[in-house]
DNA sequence: CGATTGACCGAAG
DNA sequence: CCTTCGGCCAATC
């Protein structure tokens, strides 16, 4: 049973979630949601979530750790100058240490 | 309502 | 390194 209709809001629910200096990418939220194979969901979700306020999207990136939806962003650079900010270093438009920021909410969040 | 697109992923050549 | 393909599903045309 998927309720697709909480998929959404589960994905703004774990972006929430993520810590400052910490990035994760939108496959590993899709498989924490227990959909896999939708990652693309979760971008379409994205998309949807810059009408939100509480959705840091910055901190979402793909599995490369590049920058694919700063072009989405109200400004180019505002997704790297908040990485940045966050302590999070950027260079063509790709995360640097993207492992070691990387925060992945099956094992941070995890099950009970 | 059919076809296309998309902030993805992974495998294959 | 790059391109192509299959998969998945909502939103858009």
């Keep these: 049973m998927k309720d697709y209709s909480n998929f ?18 939108y496959g590993s939220i ?7 194979r939708s990652a693309r969901m979760v971008g379409w979700a994205m998309n949807q979530a810059h009408i939100l306020e509480d ?9 490369n750790g590049r920058l694919t939806g700063k072009a989405h962003f109200a400004e180019i650079n505002q997704m790297q100058k908040l990485l940045e900010k966050e302590g999070i270093k950027i ?18 969040l995890g099950f009970d």
């Excluded at 899709?30 to 896999?36: E, S, W």
């Excluded at 790709?94 to 094992?107: A, Q, R, T």
């Design 91 to 108: 260079e063509n438009d790709e995360v640097v240490d993207f492992e070691k920021h990387f925060w992945d909410p099956s094992i941070e």
């Design 55 to 63: 959705v840091p999207a910055h901190r979402v990136v793909n599995r």
């Design 8 to 25: 959404f809001n589960n994905v703004y629910e774990v972006v929430r979630n993520i810590p400052i200096g910490r990035v994760t990418s």
């Design 30 to 36: 899709a498989k924490f949601l227990g959909v896999a």
